[in-house]
C-alpha cells in the first residue's frame, strides 16, 4: 500500500472553509466592537466628545461658543472637588453602573446642582429618593408640559429614552418636585426636577433630545432644551465614571470588562457552536463494512494464552477459564448470570454429589505450580461441566 502525503493544495483547499468562518468571526467582533463603543470618551454613547449622532459633542460645544467652561472627569475625586466650587452643574453619565450607593451620596453631598441622564436604581435612592424608573420610551415628539423658568423658550422635545415617576417622593418633604415631558402610556416623565433650596436634582430621561442626531432637527426645541438644562450655570462638570471609581469588592463582571466584550463572546460562541454542527459527526444508519483481514476467534485465544505462557501466568489464565466455567455451570443449573460462586458451588455440589470444598479448591482457589498442574485444573473444568450437564439434563 502506498501512502500519499498531501500537497499544499490539498491541504489549503481543505483548510479554506475554515479560514473563511475566522475571516467572518473577526469581522463580527470588529463590528460588535464598533456598534458598541470603544469604551473611550469619544466613543461612548452620550460622550461629550463624541461626534457620531449618539454623542452629545454638538450640545458641548455650543454650552462654550455660550461661555460655559465644560470639563470632562473621569473619577469620582475630580468630580467631588469640581463639585464645591460655586456656580458649577455636575453632569453625571453612569451607563456602566459602576457607582455604588455611598459614592452617590457623597457626590450629592458636594453638588449643588446635579443632572443624572439615565440613571439607575442605585443613583436614585442615594440623591433623588421617591423617584423610579418606570419605562423605555419609544422615539417621539412630546410637549414639555410644565411650568419651569429656565425652559420657558421649550415647547416640544425628543422625548425617547426612560421615563420616571416621582410618586414615591414623600409629601411631607420640604422637596419642590417638577416632571415634564409626560408619557401617556407609562404616566411617567422624561424629566423631574427635584429642589429642595439647597439643592438641585434634576433626572434626565429623554436622553435623545441632547445627542447630536436630534439636538438640530427640526419639529422640537431640543437645542433649547439642551441649553436650558446644562447651561446655567458658569461652569459644568460633565462626570463620566469609570473602572477606578468601582470600590475594592463592589465590581461584577458585566462592571470590570470593556462593553464590547460580551457581544463578541456571545458572537465566538455562536461560531463555535456553527463549526460544531457543520463538521460533527451525523449519526446514521449502520454501515456494513468490508474487513480486509479476518482474524479468527482462535487465533486471538491462542495468541493471548502464548503471552500468558510467555509470562508465567499460570494463575490468571486458569482463572479466565474459571470465569467461562461458573457462567455455564450456572446457566445448566438454573441459577442467574448475577449468581454468587458460593450458588454455584453448592447447586452443582448438590446435583453432582461431590464435595463443595473440593468443588471450590478447583473453581476457586488452586494454583498451579506448573503447566502439568494447569492442564490438569482444565480437564478438571471440563469434568465437571460434563458432569453437570448429565445430572441438569432432564431423565
Given amino acids: 500500500m502506498t501512502a500519499t502525503t498531501p500537497t499544499v493544495r490539498a491541504s489549503a483547499r481543505r483548510a479554506r472553509p475554515w479560514v473563511a468562518l475566522a475571516v467572518l468571526a473577526l469581522l463580527g467582533a470588529v463590528a460588535a466592537v464598533l456598534l458598541s463603543g470603544s469604551g473611550a470618551t469619544g466613543g461612548r454613547a452620550l460622550g461629550p466628545e463624541n461626534p457620531a449622532p449618539a454623542g452629545t459633542k454638538a450640545l458641548v ?71 423610579s424608573a418606570v419605562a423605555e420610551v419609544a422615539d417621539g415628539v412630546r410637549d414639555l408640559g410644565c411650568d419651569v423658568p429656565s425652559l420657558s423658550q421649550v415647547e416640544r422635545v425628543h422625548a425617547a429614552g426612560l421615563a420616571y415617576s416621582a410618586a414615591g417622593v414623600d409629601p ?63 461652569q459644568l462638570v460633565w462626570y463620566l465614571p469609570g473602572v477606578d471609581d ?89 441459577l442467574s448470570s448475577t449468581s454468587s460462586v458460593d450458588e454455584v458451588i453448592d447447586r452443582v455440589a448438590g446435583l453432582v454429589g461431590a464435595d463443595p470444598r473440593g468443588l471450590r479448591h478447583v473453581l476457586v482457589d488452586a494454583d498451579p505450580a506448573d503447566d502439568a498442574e494447569l492442564v490438569r485444573l482444565s480437564d478438571s473444568l471440563l469434568d465437571l461441566e460434563r458432569a453437570t450437564a448429565r445430572a441438569a439434563a432432564p431423565s
Fill in 61 to 131: 460645544e455650543v454650552l462654550r461658543d455660550e461661555g460655559v467652561s465644560v470639563r470632562v472627569v473621569s473619577s469620582l475625586d475630580q468630580a467631588r472637588q469640581a463639585a464645591a466650587r460655586p456656580d458649577t452643574t455636575v453632569v453625571v453619565d453612569d451607563a456602566g453602573s459602576y457607582l455604588v450607593a455611598d459614592q452617590w451620596s457623597e457626590l450629592g453631598d458636594a453638588a449643588t446642582s446635579l443632572v443624572l441622564l439615565a440613571p439607575g436604581a442605585a443613583a436614585l435612592d442615594a440623591v433623588a429618593p421617591g423617584v
Fill in 246 to 334: 468601582v470600590p475594592e469588592g463592589a465590581g461584577t463582571l458585566a462592571t470590570l470588562t470593556p462593553s464590547w466584550v460580551t457581544p463578541v463572546l456571545l458572537l465566538l460562541t455562536a461560531t463555535a457552536v456553527a463549526a460544531m454542527v457543520w463538521r460533527g459527526r451525523r449519526l446514521g444508519p449502520l454501515v456494513v463494512e468490508r474487513m480486509p483481514v479476518v482474524v479468527r476467534a482462535s487465533e486471538t485465544t491462542e495468541g493471548r494464552a502464548r503471552l500468558y505462557e510467555r509470562s508465567g501466568q499460570r494463575r490468571h489464565a486458569l482463572d479466565q477459564l474459571r470465569i467461562g466455567s461458573l457462567g455455564r455451570l450456572s446457566r445448566l443449573t438454573g
Fill in 172 to 234: 411631607g418633604a420640604d422637596v419642590d418636585v417638577t416632571t415634564c415631558v409626560r408619557d401617556p402610556d407609562t404616566d411617567g416623565s422624561g424629566l423631574v426636577v427635584l429642589d429642595d433650596g439647597d439643592r438641585r436634582v434634576t433626572v434626565v430621561g429623554t436622553t435623545t433630545a441632547l445627542t447630536n442626531g436630534t439636538i438640530a432637527t427640526a419639529g422640537a426645541d431640543d437645542a433649547a432644551y439642551a441649553l436650558a438644562l446644562l447651561g446655567q450655570s458658569d
